[in-house]
């Protein structure tokens, strides 16, 4: 499998951020271990396009990666001719006018061994010097309950070694965030800081409400009866059941505004909950209501499509 992240993606190079997330959600889906258990491949995939979205996603680390800057991982790409020459001329080297590595082969050959010894640890190495790194940074897909994004909560993601991921859901949340766990990522190598978790949620759909921007909406079934001679009825929020007025004559797709039901994310006011109403006939209209209807008809009779003619 290729690391290039625009490859494990399926991407042009000239793909837009829109372009780059569709694909990246679309594999996290198809991939993601939940579903595929044991699975190792399917890991592989799910854990590399987490890696390409992080670095595409930002476009200074794209823009970086694509001139060359850094490699898939985000990291520098080393430059070691021009570093070497830098530390080989400098005046504090104590091996500038040494016949050490006067002669000896290739330049970047005796920097890659300069590096070696480096990373050896405090007291091994030149000067003493040891080799520090901050730890790779972590990518994961966690699907949220619509309620939890709605509301906030906490859920923990199993880690591929053992153990587990706390995430907070932040109240409000929307489809597609991106949380940023510091420091809970890969350890860092040589006393180095560990590197961050990245998690990327997307809510789960809901049976009886969907989300617009901070608003609640919900069809709410109701009854022949009920629409004629109106009622109140229950209704479930993202809060709990409340009681609501169904008005006296009332139609399928009239809406019924619940004032500051709706999602109430940081920093911002509560949207609002809208209920549409959906009146249901009786599975059966038996005699007596067909007798009813057309006695009815005969002295009420109206036309609610009057005017729609061409």
Sequence with gaps: MSDNPYDVLGVAKTASADEIKKAYRRIAKESHPD??????????RFKAAGAAFELLKDPEKRARFDAGEIDASGQERPQERRFYRDFAEAADNPYRRGPRYEGFGDEADIFAEFLRRQSGGPGEGYGGYSFRARGADAQYALEVPFLDAANGGAMRITLPGGGNLEVKIPKGVADGTTLRLR????????????????????????????????????????????????????????????????????????????????????????????????????????????AFMEEWRKRHGYDPRKGMRV
């Design 183 to 290: 420091g809970k990522g890969g350890p860092g190598h040589g006393g180095g800081a560990p590197g961050d978790a990245y998690v990327t949620l997307s809510v789960k759909p809901h049976a009886v409400f969907t989300r617009d921007g901070d608003d609640v909406v919900m069809v709410l079934p109701v009854t022949l009866y009920e629409a004629v001679l109106g009622a109140k009825v229950e209704v479930p929020t993202i809060a709990g059941p409340v009681m609501v007025t169904v008005p006296k004559g009332a139609s399928s797709g009239q809406v019924l505004r619940l004032r500051g039901r709706g999602v109430a994310a940081a920093g911002r006011p509560a949207g609002d909950q809208r209920v549409e109403l959906q009146v249901v006939m009786p599975k059966t209209v038996d005699a007596e209501l067909a």
């Design 35 to 44: 579903l595929h258990p044991g699975d190792a491949a399917a890991e592989a």
